[in-house]
């Protein structure tokens, strides 16, 4: 889930910097430091959207630049086990999908895509369940569950995020179509 946290930091403005719009300066850093990072408290930060307040700086010695405490306000990703998402395909392989989640994205392991037996048609890019003919393809969105989540803040490309669709109300959008239309005609012949 998406979350607006409103925090503070130590900033610290360059030399070379000191003539610009301190608020513009101070954003900058902040962006530069913080989007695209993960923090596993806080979430896999999105966007620093704004500077709220610049308190006085302080110099310290031997160091050109002047360091501002700095209150500012920031969008991040806090995902958590149990936790059913929505996202795009953005891969499919020959041993399950890659869902996009906005800034991260996560594997949909061809075990935890349905009971039935599951193919990969390499030649169209899809996974396609054997009994049923469902399908996922590059571009669908689906709905799945958070079952394994280790999120690394040294390197967050190497972050991993384990999803499955084994449970109902779980799968492409498509199929969630499907089971709801079947329910309510099988509650209309009953």
């Not at 409103?6 to 101070?26: A, C, T, Y």
């Not at 990072?37 to 310290?60: P, Q, Y």
């Not at 360091?67 to 991040?76: G, L, P, R, S, T």
Request: aromatic share 6%; glycine share 8%.
């Amino acid at each position: 889930m998406y979350y607006k946290l409103k925090l503070n930091d130590k900033v610290r403005v360059p030399p070379e910097r000191m003539g610009e719009d301190l608020n513009s300066v101070i954003l900058d850093v902040l962006q530069e430091q913080f989007e695209g990072s993960v923090d596993k408290e806080m979430g896999i930060f999105i966007a620093v959207t704004a500077v709220n307040r610049v308190g006085d700086g302080e110099i310290i010695y031997s160091d050109g630049g002047v360091y501002y405490d700095v209150d500012f306000e920031a969008v991040v990703l806090r995902l958590s086990l149990q936790e059913i998402i929505e996202g795009v395909v953005v891969e499919t392989t020959s041993f399950g999908a890659f869902v996009s989640l906005g800034p991260i994205d996560a594997m949909l392991h061809m075990s935890q895509i349905s009971d039935e037996y599951i193919d990969y048609d390499e030649k169209n890019s899809r996974l396609v369940c054997k009994d049923s003919g469902r399908t996922i393809g590059v571009g669908d969105t689906l709905r799945a569950r958070v079952v394994a989540l280790s999120l690394n803040e040294r390197d967050p490309r190497e972050s991993k995020i384990g999803l499955t669709m084994r449970q109902p109300g779980l799968g492409t959008l498509a199929w969630i179509e499907e089971d709801m239309q079947k329910e309510k005609a099988e509650k209309e012949t009953k």
